[in-house]
């Protein structure tokens, strides 16, 4: 599910977007970290290794937005761009605001151990193993009232789609 | 003479007495399905020693694997056992030392499947080449002691 910024102005998307994400990436890391010199140089203090019988693992719980939205700025509000995907994994907006879905997974994995059998249980539990619908789904909303009315499959029976680029004007 | 004679047949009786009663129809299933488990195991040792000595990841997957192989017999062969218990079988006097024995073993199996499912070199060398050699040790042992329990038990002393 993707949610965007009534009346922002669809070209501002991607930025606000990028930082969006970047905002969530820096707040999973936790640099702690000492004095920089050490990092530096022939030396430097590497951790010690860690083995462990069962390694820790929290997996976060799966839950759905609901009518749970992101608080926004007075004047703003968020709403669903559109809904019903087969797990959409990344977007491109077009310069004319139209914005593609890649919708996609990765091929299922081989079992090299016996903990892959676990591994792949646990990415089940994170939601994670779900079918990609191998396409990219475009959604163009012509109106500009932030609700598309233009739903196509823009391209069909792809190989696990991962990255999009526009080549070209 | 004639005393001689009665002591043997004495026990003759006893041996005669014992098999019927523990083998109607021959080897119970858990003692075949410890016999496989067993062999999974050691034949981990002997593939996380090829591994030590010449280390291509496959053979640390086979070791895995063959301690995964050995943990669902040992499982297979908990769950026969206790349907034998069940089942009124006439548990002999070893048992007990070749249960526990054999518990342990599977026990430290079970460290030595979370040990082997590490990554790299120190799944195997040299926390689970021990962990494995252990297991066989201790199966080893458990074998000769039931056996020489089971000697002394039939002899009598």
């Known amino acids: 599910m993707m949610h965007t910024l009534r009346n922002a102005r669809l070209t501002k998307l991607p930025r606000l977007a990028a930082l969006f994400v970047a905002g969530l990436g820096l707040a999973g890391c936790n640099y702690e970290g000492g004095d920089p010199r050490k990092e530096i140089g022939a030396n430097p203090p590497l951790p010690a290794l860690q083995q462990y019988l069962v390694p820790p693992i929290q997996v976060a719980k799966v839950a759905a937005w609901g009518k749970d939205v992101p608080t926004v700025p007075e004047g703003l509000q968020v709403h669903a761009l559109a809904t019903g995907f087969e797990h959409p994994r990344s977007l491109y907006v077009l310069p004319n605001g139209d914005v593609l879905v890649v919708e996609s997974n990765g091929p299922k994995p081989l079992i090299n151990r016996p903990k892959d059998i676990v591994t792949d249980w646990v990415t089940w539990l994170a939601g994670a193993a779900a079918k990609g619908g191998n396409r990219i789904t475009l959604l163009r909303d012509t109106n500009g009232d932030g609700i598309p009315d233009q739903r196509t499959v823009f391209l069909d029976h792809l190989n696990s789609p991962f990255g999009v680029a526009l080549v070209g004007k | ?157």
């Open chain 2, 1 to 157: 003479m004639q005393q001689h004679a009665t002591i043997r047949e004495a026990s003759f009786i006893g041996d005669a007495d014992l098999r019927p009663a523990r083998r109607p129809r021959g080897r119970p299933i858990h003692s075949i399905l410890v016999s496989f488990s067993a062999a999974y195991f050691a034949g981990a040792l002997v593939t996380d020693i090829v591994y030590w000595q010449m280390p291509d990841v496959m053979w640390e997957r086979f070791s895995i694997w063959l301690v995964t192989a050995g943990l669902i017999m040992a499982g297979l062969a908990t769950v026969a056992y206790v349907i034998d218990l069940a089942g009124g079988r006439r548990i002999d006097r070893p048992a007990w030392p070749r249960a526990i024995g054999y518990a342990i073993a599977v026990l430290l199996a079970l460290t030595n499947a979370f040990v082997h499912s590490r990554d790299g070199y120190t799944a195997v060398v040299p926390t689970g080449l021990m962990l494995s050699a252990l297991v066989v040790v201790v199966l080893v042992l458990t074998a000769l002691v039931a056996r020489a329990l089971k000697n002394r038990h039939r002899l009598g002393v």
